[in-house]
């Protein structure tokens, strides 16, 4: 303990004397960095032993006017392969490379990872909920890169605009700060403090340093252009926007956008999703990333959120395609202690949604409390939809996280109403270096709705689970293995009614190759229980005892070759495991040079009783049959260009084995009811150019081709080359954005 405070004193007090110009360029001048602070205890978190690092790492931490500037030096001598891969922005690829984390406030609600490649590629993320990370956001930041023969060089210079953050207490500003360097060639990763994202605090245990404070502004506006002409349908288009940012300090930043384009460069991968519960996807779209990680409030089941932006310009409520925006504004800011957020969109026509939400949240050291607010208005369906949640979490010690919230939900609309209530709460105890535990606990009443603007896989449910952790590093040296991560957890599930939904025991094991590669194993076993979700509010299917047993290889970059394998087998709703499903993936991928390559994946799915409701309590069991294709070409032409190519084709071929009508005792009684066979043809290809003018500011050239078409032809042979001649969606567009600072 008293180490660790003369370490923070002594920054301080060097970054206090020290506010000299520093030139990002790579070269770590000691003229530059003399008043710093030098660390130099780096320790293992990958696998997680706290012991020295292999090899020496150095940082160096000072706190300027123009930013908080920070340079690490690695090194990594011959002996040790050192990865010449060439990545585009945020490109999640395993090759060496550092990553300088900060929680501008301190307070462990809201990180930004800052991470550099040895080849000088870069990736930015936003880090919530201790350990969530988004690649969506895009900051802009300075960054260089030197190699030489016993290792590489960093600096980056990040500006206090770049993050709303409270106002500084007198001279100094108190953050978050985390420093790592990753050996691609062994997966060793070594770090500053100590702790790993797979624990239960990792944001939160971020050091807390003590800084000169200094402020910055920014005014920004990112005009931008698309030329756009349809094949498919004809015609051509131009289309004009802006988005705006004003920054006058770190505890007010505003953000508009006009006419805002949303995404046509960016394609969603391929979903053929029958299932009751919507597919979830990220949203890439530059204004919703921006000062996005206050809206964050997770109600701690998967993906769910009171705030899912993608909601914002989705289908229109009149079925007439996606809905066009006329503009949103985002305002973020702090007053004392107190953190806000307001957002608000309108969508065109008289059809168009109006969507607002109020974030606040207060750090009161040990615990910290928030609000969210949001409304949503329909004009076309003459429904007010409003939201109201509260959040608190309590951190007594460094052992010890309680989470909680409750949410509430009041839908007006004629001969809809509704009120609703939900509560989530997670408890997670690190008891020691190997052994910790989590309990989590969920109740989502009948009532609550939360789509209209955020998401939820589902309503009326009461969840309770218990996990333990084990963690394993004292593994042999001539183990093909450097760590194991094992969960060992059971789980319920019921609804409002008392019906069982869900009895679940799982393994699981993550384990961290000595090649640097990931495996994951898992193995679920369910009791008896009813589908409740299955007919859409009609009668509950009853499910037999079953299980399903998941497996995910990644094994990076050895020589021109990288690959990725997963699979599973299951059973189904019907026989349990006397019928089994199973499910394979492969993706190799071929480097023929280090900034060009090729990758091939393909897929095969077969249930043999999957279950497709018709209608009211109808279903269809089909021998299912699914066969994908995800393949394309990277070419990242230095760190400022890039040429995509990326091919994704679905086919489903489903021949009806048997109409069945769900009874109310949950029964599945074969009836003649008239079903048709199941056919599906989804196709996605689109060619991407990108160069960077400037920091964040780019030109496209883009091609897009694409359709989904579902017919009764259960031949998966036709319906995969059908899927090669859909032109649902054929496009060419040219898109310029161009940053303006002032």
């Known amino acids: 303990m008293r180490r660790r405070l003369a370490l923070l004193a002594l920054l301080s007090c060097a970054c206090a004397a020290h506010a000299a110009e520093v030139t990002i360029d790579g070269r770590i001048d000691p003229a530059e960095w003399a008043g710093a602070e030098h660390i130099t205890d780096f320790r293992q978190t990958q696998p997680l032993t706290g012991k020295p690092g292999n090899q020496p790492t150095e940082a160096w931490v000072l706190s300027t006017p123009k930013g908080l500037a920070v340079a690490v030096r690695v090194t990594q001598p011959a002996g040790i392969p050192r990865s010449m891969q060439q990545t585009r922005r945020d490109e999640d690829a395993r090759v060496d490379r550092i990553n300088v984390m900060v929680d501008f406030n301190g307070d462990g609600r809201v990180g930004y990872d800052f991470e550099v490649k040895s080849q000088g590629g870069i990736a930015d993320e936003i880090i919530t909920n201790e350990s969530d990370f988004s690649y969506d956001w895009d900051g802009n930041w300075e960054h260089a890169v030197t190699q030489d023969a016993d290792g590489y060089s960093v600096e980056v210079l990040i500006p206090w605009y770049i993050a709303p953050m409270h106002k500084a207490t007198g001279d100094t500003r ?49 005009p931008y252009v698309v030329a756009r002409t349809d094949r498919a349908h004809g015609g051509t288009s131009f289309e004009q926007g802006a988005d705006i940012q004003w920054k006058p300090n770190g505890q007010t930043q505003l953000t508009a956008t006009i006419n805002p384009d949303f995404g046509q460069v960016e394609s969603d991968d391929l979903v053929v999703n029958f299932s009751p519960t919507e597919t979830f996807f990220t949203d890439k779209r530059p204004f919703f990333t921006e000062n996005q990680g206050i809206f964050d409030f997770s109600l701690l089941d998967d993906y769910s959120q009171l705030v899912y932006t993608r909601r914002v310009g989705g289908l229109s409520d009149d079925g007439h395609g996606p809905a066009d925006i006329s503009a949103a504004v985002k305002l973020n800011g702090s007053v004392g202690g107190t953190s806000y957020g307001i957002l608000t969109a309108q969508e065109k026509g008289d059809a168009g949604r109006s969507f607002g939400a109020l974030r606040l949240l207060h750090d009161f050291g040990t615990q910290t409390f928030g609000m969210l607010a949001t409304r949503v208005n329909h004009p076309y369906l003459d429904r007010d939809a409003n939201v109201l949640g509260f959040d608190h979490r309590w951190q007594p010690n460094k052992s010890f996280t309680l989470t909680s919230n409750i949410v509430g939900s009041k839908i007006d609309q004629p001969g809809e109403n509704s009120k609703g209530l939900g509560a989530t709460s997670i408890a997670y105890w690190e008891m020691n270096d190997t052994w910790s535990q989590q309990w989590l606990g969920m109740y989502f009443g009948k009532h609550l709705e939360i789509d209209d603007f955020g998401y939820l896989p589902r309503n009326d449910m009461t969840y309770l689970h218990w996990e333990v952790r084990q963690r394993i590093t004292d593994l042999p040296a001539d183990s093909a293995y450097a760590s194991h991560l094992w969960h060992y957890r059971i789980s319920q599930a019921d609804d409002s009614d008392g019906r069982r939904i869900s009895r679940r025991f799982r393994f699981q094991r993550d384990s961290q190759r000595r090649d640097g590669g990931m495996e994951q194993l898992r193995l679920d076993l369910f009791t008896s229980a009813y589908d409740d979700l299955l007919t859409r509010g009609g009668n509950a299917l009853r499910t037999p005892r079953t299980g ?23 059973g189904n709703q019907l026989s349990g495991l006397h019928r089994l499903s199973y499910y394979l993936k492969f993706t190799p991928t071929y480097f023929i040079t280090d900034g060009f390559s090729v990758f091939t994946g393909a897929s095969y799915e077969w249930d043999p009783d999957w279950l497709i409701w018709q209608h009211d309590n109808l279903v269809g069991s089909y021998d299912g049959r699914t066969f994908g294709i995800d393949s394309g070409v990277n070419w990242n032409i230095g760190n400022r260009q890039e040429l995509r190519v990326k091919l994704q084709t679905l086919a489903v071929g489903a021949k009806l084995r048997q109409a069945y009508r769900i009874a109310p005792n949950g029964r599945a009684i074969p009836v003649d009811d008239p079903v048709d066979g199941l056919g599906v043809a989804n196709l996605g290809f689109q060619i991407r150019y990108r160069y960077e003018i400037a920091p964040l500011s780019n030109l496209y050239i883009v091609y897009n081709r694409g359709g989904y078409e579902q017919d009764t032809d259960d031949a998966l042979g036709n319906q995969f080359q059908r899927g090669f001649g859909l032109k649902d969606v054929e496009e060419g567009l040219v898109k310029v954005a161009y940053r303006l600072e002032f």
């Open 548 to 570: 399903r047993l998941y497996f995910d290889r990644e094994q990076p970059r050895s020589g021109r070759w990288a690959w990725e394998a997963e699979g599973y087998v299951m």
């Open 174 to 222: 108190r953050i978050g700060l985390y420093i790592d360097r990753i050996i691609a060639a062994t997966g060793e990763r070594v770090a500053w403090p100590a702790v790993s994202f797979d624990q239960g605090r990792f944001l939160s245990s971020f050091q807390r340093v003590e800084l000169p404070a200094y402020s910055q502004s920014l005014f920004a506006v990112t």
